[in-house]
């Protein structure tokens, strides 16, 4: 036990260790708040101009509200569901990786076959006309489909449509106000193809499909859903947002985990 000579020594030692303390903490909380999007993991309780960014990004992606750059439990929950959409980790966490993703899957791709449905395709022209022997679509170099000749018409139309929004960004909502739109969620995304197709009347929530058409995959095309994500399978190809954040396409060759998807197909496809 120190004596009070020995204690009122060891107060400026103390009072030091303390100061030294406080100044590393506050270095700390400028350097928290002046950070850059992606300099650091965030998560809730985090504040500072970063998550101010992430807010505004969240914003882009369908989900406008505060951006008063304090990481809270709503921006927690549009950060799970843009993960839900994108195929990412589902943690509340937001990388470095992360944000590159969702900027990629907001950002128009070069060259992208943004055309509507009633315009002529220009630069893909060729990989939306042509089609591929036997019964498995071809994925082209600039990420869209090539139908297979053995495939049913209404296949062959599903896989036009997808095409024609394949590049285009995601947004939350997108493609549920209207068929043509600037950008689509995932549900958005599978109804235009499905509608392309004569498949479907009016887009629909992934909850829905959850009920929609018959059970179990089918031959031609299966969708997937859950009430928080959904795609679809057509002809041996996903048709999947978060491919959207991966390659720059919503067309991928790799399949994922079905686990937790209802799996349901058109009727007679």
């Given amino acids: 036990m120190l004596s009070p000579f020995g204690f009122r020594r060891a107060i400026p030692l103390i009072a030091a260790l303390a100061l030294a303390a406080l100044a590393a903490l506050a ?24 998550v101010r960014a992430l807010q505004l990004l969240l914003g882009r992606a369908g989900f406008p509200g505060a951006t008063n750059g304090v990481f809270g439990r709503r921006t927690r929950l549009k950060v799970r569901t843009v993960e839900r959409e994108l195929g990412l980790r589902v943690d509340g966490v937001v990388t470095k990786r992360d944000v590159k993703r969702i900027e990629r899957a907001l950002r128009p791709s070069d060259g992208s076959g943004g055309f509507s449905v009633d315009a002529k395709p220009k630069k893909h022209a060729a990989a939306v006309r042509s089609e591929a022997p036997g019964s498995k679509a071809v994925l082209t170099p600039d990420g869209l489909a090539i139908a297979p000749a053995d495939a049913p018409q209404a296949v ?114």
């Fill in 156 to 269: 062959k139309d599903v896989i036009e449509a997808g095409n024609r929004i394949a590049t285009k960004p995601y947004r939350y909502g997108g493609g549920h106000g209207k068929w043509e739109d600037s950008a689509y969620d995932c549900s958005g995304s599978v109804s235009y193809a499905l509608h392309g197709g004569d498949l479907l009347d009016s887009p629909m929530p992934s909850g829905s499909f959850m009920r929609w058409g018959q059970a179990g995959r089918g031959e031609w095309i299966t969708v997937y859903s859950h009430g928080g994500h959904m795609y679809m399978v057509v002809a041996g190809l996903r048709f999947d947002t978060s491919g959207r954040a991966q390659t720059g396409s919503r067309w991928q060759k790799a399949m994922r985990s079905t686990s937790g998807y209802s799996v349901r197909h058109p009727k007679g496809l």
């Fill in 27 to 50: 270095v700390f909380s400028v350097q928290a708040a002046e950070a850059k999007l992606g300099d650091r993991a965030l998560r809730v309780g985090d504040r500072g101009k970063d």
